[in-house]
Nanobody
Framework: QVQLVESGGGLVQAGNSLRLSCAAS????????MYWVRQAPGKGLEWVSA????????YYADSVKGRFTISRDNAKNTVYLQMNSLKPEDTAVYTC??????????????WGQGTQVTVSS
């Protein structure tokens, strides 16, 4: 059974940091691209970041570039999102997802349930 379980969300003041984790099981994690996407209240799904199978290639949305860092530990079947200099507009449910090959936003094979991140001003 495939599972993606996010953790690390919470309430934080603007300017502070959070680190999200996503633990994967039920598939060959090291063979999958991993993504973080988010959805703010009343808004559509926004792609945040992607990382390739070896971790050597990463992509970021312009809105988070320079503030967020995606990484993965294939030995632990876990992908991370380090979020620094958080802004109120980063408030959203953050979800990790995976796909066997690189896919466009939302076209993923597996999805987690999401974790809430709230940034207060």
């Amino acid at each position: 059974q495939v599972q993606l379980v996010e953790s690390g969300g919470g309430l934080v003041q603007a300017g502070n940091s959070l680190r999200l984790s996503c633990a994967a099981s039920g598939f060959t994690f090291s063979s999958y691209w991993m993504y973080w996407v988010r959805q703010a209240p009343g808004k559509g799904l926004e792609w945040v970041s992607a990382i390739n199978i070896g971790g050597g290639t990463t992509y970021y949305a312009d809105s988070v570039k320079g503030r967020f860092t995606i990484s993965r530990d294939n030995a632990k079947n876990t992908v991370y999102l380090q979020m620094n200099s958080l802004k109120p507009e980063d408030t959203a449910v953050y979800t990790c997802a995976s796909s066997r090959t690189y896919r466009g936003t939302g076209q993923y094979d597996y999805w987690g349930q999401g974790t809430q991140v709230t940034v207060s001003s």
